[in-house]
């Protein structure tokens, strides 16, 4: 099957140039075809921008074990209308993805479930190195130091340890310190507002917590993504260090701040917590210079009724899947970012980070993963229109300008003209962790 997207822009490393691309067998064969090249299907992409597929390295789908909130159909969905060609999915789902058998569990489900492409990472434990160690069809390991359900909390200085001196994949984790996080809760008697939250998972929090593992990474010279930027000063941390360390952000940090508590209360409550807009205003700033590599989700839904429930009783996280490309091209629209940087940092930079084969830039030989543009569209966000299961977003009601209209993935389109198209399924995403990581 050959498609031709033909009058459209592309988005390449650090270029935009007016191109056709030729596409054959799942892959990009070729840029600027001839004007007679044979295709079995043509696209018009005129007026519209073409952008490699957008690759999320942080959600929260939820299956197995909680698809009361979300699952691999209804996430790959939000997906395929936002612009999202490939996933890499966190371990605390019920069971957590700690061994190689629940991964290759969550793999097979994904097989049969999933319109983008997948993948998921293992879990630290205080107590399974050895999986770890041995861990295969992965992009790398999660570990959360901080606050956790379950075992996945490994807070203790001699497990960090052996992780980081005795396993070769590369390590993300979530950064929040969990004696600073005690400490705070019992000092506020344990909160009673949805800002207490951000008083509770406050600076210190985070950057204590961002301290130690850099200093785990840098020790052990390890490679260590930082996931969820939330402050100013993590920011200069990983600022002082390079061919090791990268970094990402969320559009809820970089948006959010405390002072929408009260429009928006607990839809906002996130881990890490919503800062200060000097804290938002460092974060473009990392992302502009190049100190914070990778844009992310943390898409984390839960059922407005669970959202509903007084603090601390409700839960941290919100959907953003379906909303992030097109919130960042609104950016673009503001000035904020290029759309090069855009390709860079929701592209290239995550799949040079976790080592994917083949994805993340439109170059012949590489899979293609697209997403058509139109930086012209306005459209507003409505809670009702969410492909997520939880059908809210805290950017309801916002409308923005730029929006993903068409989406490919390995070729096949899955969006288009505001329709979902579930006749194909995406593939599992390949690694080879012998390229190195992001600096190489």
Not at 109 to 130: E, R
Not at 168 to 196: F, Q
Request: charged fraction near 20%; aromatic fraction near 6%.
């Amino acid at each position: 099957m050959r498609r031709l997207i033909r009058g459209g822009t592309c988005i390449l490393p650090g270029r935009v140039v007016p191109l056709d691309v030729l596409i054959e067998n799942g892959k990009i064969l070729d840029l600027a075809p001839p004007v007679a090249a044979s295709a079995d299907e043509i696209i018009d992409a005129a007026g519209l921008y073409v952008l490699p597929g957008v690759i999320d390295d942080q959600v929260h789908f939820r299956e197995p074990g909680l698809t009361h909130k979300e699952d691999l159909r209804t996430a790959t969905r939000a997906c395929a209308k936002g612009g999202v060609t490939s996933f890499l999915e966190m371990p605390n789902t019920k069971p957590t993805t700690t061994s190689q058998a629940a991964l290759e569990a969550k793999l097979a489900i994904a097989a049969s479930k999933c319109l983008v492409n997948y993948g998921f990472y293992i879990g630290a434990t205080p107590h399974n190195l050895a999986e770890l160690v041995h861990a295969k069809r992965t992009p790398g390991i999660k570990i959360f130091i901080g606050s956790s359900t379950g075992d996945l909390l490994v807070d203790d200085q001699a497990a960090l340890e052996a992780i980081f001196a005795e396993t070769t994949l590369p390590i993300c984790a979530h950064c929040e310190d969990e004696t600073t996080v005690k400490a705070n809760a019992a000092r506020i008697g344990g909160g009673k507002t949805y800002a207490d939250h951000s008083l509770i998972r406050d600076h210190e929090a985070a950057i204590v917590a961002t301290r130690r593992a850099l200093d785990l990474a840098i020790r052990h010279q390890h490679r260590f993504h930082v996931l969820h930027v939330s402050t100013a000063a993590e920011v200069d941390l990983i600022g002082q260090h390079t061919k090791l360390i990268t970094a990402e952000v969320c559009p809820h940090h970089l948006f959010f701040n405390v002072d929408d508590y009260p429009r928006l209360g607990s839809l906002i409550q996130m881990n890490p917590s919503i800062k200060f807009a000097s804290d938002n205003q460092r974060l473009w700033e990392g992302l502009q210079t190049g100190l914070i590599q990778v844009i992310a989700t943390d898409h984390a839904p839960h059922t407005l009724e669970e959202k509903a429930q007084p603090y601390p009783q409700s839960p941290s996280g919100l959907p953003a899947v379906e909303n992030s490309l097109a919130l960042m091209l609104n950016a673009v629209n503001a000035g904020k970012l290029s759309l090069t940087q855009i390709a860079e940092c929701m592209s290239n930079a995550p799949a040079k980070v976790w080592d994917i084969v083949g994805k993340g830039r439109i170059t012949p030989g590489y899979d293609a993963d697209l997403v058509l543009v139109d930086m012209d569209k306005k459209q507003t966000i409505t809670n009702e229109s969410q492909e997520t299961k939880s059908r809210w977003s805290p950017w309801a009601g916002e409308t923005l300008t730029g929006w993903p209209v068409t989406t490919l993935v390995n070729g096949e389109v899955v969006f288009a003209n505001g329709v979902i198209h579930e006749g194909s399924l995406g593939r599992e995403i390949v690694y080879d962790h012998t390229l190195g990581g992001y600096w190489k």
